[in-house]
């Protein structure tokens, strides 16, 4: 009964996003403004029906029905519920219809709360809501129902992809995907402003809290990623310039410039049609994402739903929402008045130059992970690119691009005196001079681009908190203090990155019982090895007694699983993280009966990654309260004066 | 001239879109034969991954034995998903050796250990420059060599399960 009622739920948001849609377009040609009013209720009732459906999926999977072909396929009764719960979107099915209920959630909290917009605008942006909408209700109900029956009734289910049972990448997909939807009610936005012509300082400050949601949830997603790739696949690597890491790097490379583009926008009415692009390319790099993991037309240890109809699909809204966003674009920009103009040494200035960076990088990893495809397509030859091209390509922009973030906030807007902006830049310069000599002193021989890495961060990191000297700490705005930790956050994680790859100590042993290896501070023991019985897997444990100098010796305990059900191999690491670093160990199958490959890294300061990307979502957060607050509220009182005026 | 530049990202993205077009439309699979196959194998000289003072050449291939050639990296994921189908033609008594292009001796060791060896031997090819001559472009490929050291088939790509036994009629074509 639920099945069925999920799926009449789905039938339901569907139509209701078609009437989303129309009402929408109709209420832009016409004059009515009941027909204009009708659609933010529309919109509202859309969210809760899809939501109705995904919660009839949810208690499908946490009940295991078995009758139904998605719970058949990718849950087991045997399983913890955290993992019957993702497992509802652990597949191609529940995690389109996540999709779908996130993006109905925004189109509704868009008709609900959305103020500074003017109607018209606001009309046009939830048809084009509607409109997106409506394409991934297709896909889901003409070519991927997720309440489809099972007939007859299998005994038990086929268990969930072993590399996904992680309570990390529980909240892993949902995390994207706000990220995602995030980035299509900003593309609607522009989508809205374009038909209307409306593009100005309030669409950007209307647009600008949906950027900046969708970029805290897109760097938390990565950062976790990162970290779950980091210890889960256990090659003690942190980024892996895989196609599929690459997908949730471009959108937010496009979201950062966004972010800063918006924000010249809102507060000088400069860069109009600029932004306006860089929403449509945002979108268009989550939408891309998404085709390349899920037509798994690109190889990568993600694919998990590779399937070439459903690329087919994609690809067609794709085109639809992107294509035709692209060339509303070629054809309204042009009667879309210009903006105010800057200097070049100005905040503005700087901001360009950030977007400018930005979009290399972004250039530079879409080149990279495209080439395969494109070379594929000319002469049909197939190869893969690699790390050290990205490395050698995107490190130094990317260096170049924090140097430019430590003078950005520091300039005025509008125009501002090079010689004075030199001065602010005075402590930052000494703190890079300083780190330089300390570096050259005694880090000894490490490679130019960690050396590079490690002094740029020292200095970012005096210039990133540059901003709040001399100043009123107590009134100084909370988006400012947001900007402070988010580009604070970015020195941290650079310093992550450098030391990782400068002092990284690692050491490969093949290891017999009672024997000693060294790595780093650390010497560690193998005491024994044992089999252990997982509830769906059976592991090989290695008990290593582990001391730090003349510290006090503990035990951890690396495996290396074997799943039954699908049959597969993952390695557990055992990470011991130390103020300074971290001790990453791991055990391999074994070579022969006697001797175990222990593998041993050292890594100096490698959590700082991830507390930088950490730091770099909660500046976000800062931003977005400040934001919200300021421009929001704000902007409604100012409004009301101003009537109260006349 | 400035309509003509608005149109400018519609025209990328159009480009864009053909490319994935191909992508799904045209089959995943395809074998093109290199300008080597049925040439002598190029002569090399490489130092080897495996053991100390080992080396890999072209003399190598020339002792009545035909075998496979996988040109690889510990740094190409695609690599990865085969080493598990050359396992397996090795537990059949196929000997596979191997050419690391672009590549260090701790990362390849690192990546036997994580995924398997099924090398008998590796020769390192740091600047590729092996691999050029050999007509391989980029990584995974193999090749079916004969016992008098000539290329016989090239596959490019990752090897996969359905692969197999198109490799296996090569290898015996070889003997």
């Known amino acids: 009964m639920i099945a069925e009622a999920g799926l009449a739920a789905l039938w339901l948001a569907a139509a209701m996003a078609l009437l989303q849609f129309a009402l929408g377009a109709l209420g832009l040609t016409q004059r009515h403004e009941a027909v204009k009013s009708a659609v933010a209720p529309v919109a509202v009732a859309h969210a809760l029906l899809t939501g109705m459906a995904f919660i009839c999926l949810v208690t499908l999977f946490l009940r295991s029905d078995m009758s139904v072909l998605l719970v058949a396929t990718s849950s087991h009764s045997a399983k913890p519920w955290l993992y019957k719960l993702a497992g509802t979107w652990g597949n191609h099915e529940g995690s389109m219809l996540l999709w779908v209920t996130i993006l109905g959630i925004g189109g509704a909290t868009v008709a609900l709360f959305e103020r500074v917009l003017n109607k018209r605008t606001k009309t046009a942006t939830l048809a084009s809501q509607g409109a997106i909408s409506l394409g991934f209700y297709a896909f889901l109900l003409f070519s991927s129902n997720p309440f489809a029956r099972l007939n007859p009734v299998p005994a038990d289910g086929q268990g969930l992809n072993p590399l996904l049972q992680d309570p990390g990448l529980a909240f892993h997909p949902p995390t994207l995907y706000m990220g995602y939807v995030g980035m299509s009610v900003a593309f609607s936005f522009a989508v809205g402003a374009l038909i209307t012509r409306d593009v100005g300082p309030a669409f950007a400050r209307a647009m600008r809290p949906w950027i900046l949601g969708a970029w805290i949830f897109l760097t938390m997603g990565i950062t976790a990623g990162s970290y779950w790739a980091y210890y889960e696949l256990g090659w003690g690597g942190w980024w892996f310039w895989d196609p599929v890491e690459n997908a949730s790097l471009m959108p937010w490379l496009a979201a950062t410039a966004l972010l800063h583009s918006v924000t010249v926008l ?126 050698a390509t995107a490190g130094p922009v990317a260096l170049l691009l924090v140097c430019g973030m430590s003078a950005g906030p520091l300039m005025r807007w509008r125009r501002d005196n090079p010689k004075l902006v030199i001065e602010r830049l005075a402590i930052p310069v000494l703190v890079l001079g300083a780190a330089t000599l300390l570096i050259a ?40 203090y947001g900007m402070v ?44 090895v044992s089999e252990i019985p997982g509830p769906n897997w059976s592991a090989l444990d290695a008990e290593l007694v582990v001391q730090r100098g003349t510290g006090t010796p503990f035990t951890v305990h690396p495996q290396s699983r074997t799943f039954k059900d699908p049959p597969m191999e993952t390695s557990e690491s055992a990470i011991t993280t130390a103020l300074d670093g971290q001790l990453y160990l791991v055990v391999g199958a074994p070579t022969d009966a006697i001797s175990f490959p222990i593998r041993m890294w050292w890594k100096p300061f490698v959590t700082l990654i991830w507390l930088g990307g950490i730091m770099i979502a909660f500046g976000g957060i800062l931003s977005l309260f400040g934001r919200v607050d300021r421009d929001l509220f704000g902007f409604i009182k100012l409004l009301r004066r101003k009537k109260a005026a006349i | 001239m400035r309509r003509f530049w608005l149109w400018a990202p519609f025209a990328l993205f159009a480009a864009l879109f053909g490319v994935f077009a191909t992508g799904l439309i045209s089959p995943t699979d395809r074998y093109v034969a290199s300008g080597m196959v049925g040439r002598s194998m190029p002569q090399f000289a490489l130092d080897g991954a495996l053991v100390p003072g080992e080396r890999l050449d072209d003399r190598y291939f020339v002792d009545g034995k035909p075998r496979l050639l996988n040109v690889f990296a ?20 196929i000997e ?28 390192m090819d740091a600047n590729s420059r092996a691999q050029i001559s050999f007509g391989s472009a980029g990584v995974p490929e193999t090749f079916v060599v004969d016992g008098k050291g000539v290329i016989r088939y090239q596959h490019i790509g990752v090897v996969t399960p359905n692969d197999v036994p198109i490799i296996l009629a090569k290898l015996r074509g070889a003997q």
Request: hydrophobic share 50%.
């Open chain 1, 485 to 528: 930790v988010a580009h604070l956050g970015c020195a941290v994680s650079l310093a992550g990155m450098a030391a990782d790859s400068a002092f990284t100590k690692e050491s490969l042993l093949a290891m017999q019982i009672g024997q000693t290896g060294q790595v780093g501070p650390y010497s560690v023991t193998l005491k024994g």
């Open chain 2, 74 to 93: 510990s740094w190409c994921i695609p690599c990865v998903a085969e080493v598990p189908v050359l396992i397996e033609m090795k537990n059949q008594g």
């Open chain 1, 266 to 391: 809102a507060t000088r009415d400069g860069l109009r049609a600029w932004t306006i692009m860089l929403s449509v390319v945002a979108f268009s790099m989550s939408m891309i994402g998404t085709f390349l993991v899920r037509s798994g037309i690109l190889t990568s240890v993600h694919s998990f739903a590779v399937d070439p109809t459903r690329g087919g699909f994609i690809l067609l809204l794709l085109a639809l929402y992107i294509g035709g966003a692209m060339a509303l674009f070629a054809l309204r920009i042009g009667t879309v008045r210009e903006g105010t103009q800057f200097d070049v040494v100005s905040r503005e200035g700087a901001l360009v130059f950030n977007n400018l960076l930005l979009s290399v990088i972004l250039v530079i990893v879409l080149v990279g992970t495209l080439y395969p495809l494109v070379l594929e397509a000319l002469t049909g030859t197939k190869l893969s690119v690699g790390a050290p091209y990205f490395n």
């Open chain 1, 441 to 480: 002193l005694f880090a000894g021989s490490i490679g130019i681009l960690p050396m590079l890495g490690l002094i740029v961060a020292a200095g970012v990191a005096a210039a990133s908190v540059a901003p709040l000297w001399k100043r009123n700490l107590k009134r100084t705005p909370l988006f400012t």
């Open chain 2, 96 to 123: 596979i050796t191997g050419i690391a292009i672009h590549d260090k001796v701790e990362d390849i060791q690192k990546f036997l250990v994580d995924n398997g060896n099924p090398y008998s031997r590796i020769g």
